[in-house]
């Protein structure tokens, strides 16, 4: 066997599968690029607070229905329950922030 025989690309190869994706054939991370990542992190942002906001307009507008279901499992008081929604949110808004939208204004300054 060859150098580089246990590759992936080498691997899929031998059992018969057709690859296409380039960093197979290349090697590992070739094809990315500075372009390429800040294009992935802002799409990412922007489905993050698009999911962020549809959670927002279900609480709001559906907050007795939550109540309801949520209620079936847990015993929790009107404030804990609007406490534990609050929470969660805040905390899913500081992950973008920090892993998607900070990490793409970096790049988009540096490139």
Not at 14 to 41: A, Q
Request: aromatic residues 14%.
């Amino acid at each position: 066997m060859g150098s580089g025989s246990w590759a992936v690309g080498g691997w899929l190869s031998r059992v018969g599968v057709k690859h296409t994706l380039p960093f197979f054939s290349k090697g590992w991370g070739n094809d990315m690029s500075v372009e390429l990542t800040r294009n992935l992190l802002l799409g990412c942002t922007i489905a993050n607070y698009g999911i962020l906001l549809v959670w927002f307009v279900v609480f709001i507008l559906a907050r007795d229905g939550l109540r309801h279901m949520h209620g079936r499992w847990f015993r929790l008081s009107d404030e804990q329950f609007d406490a534990m929604h609050y929470l969660g949110m805040s905390i899913y808004k500081i992950g973008i922030l920090l892993f998607n939208l900070v990490p793409c204004v970096v790049l988009w300054q540096l490139g």
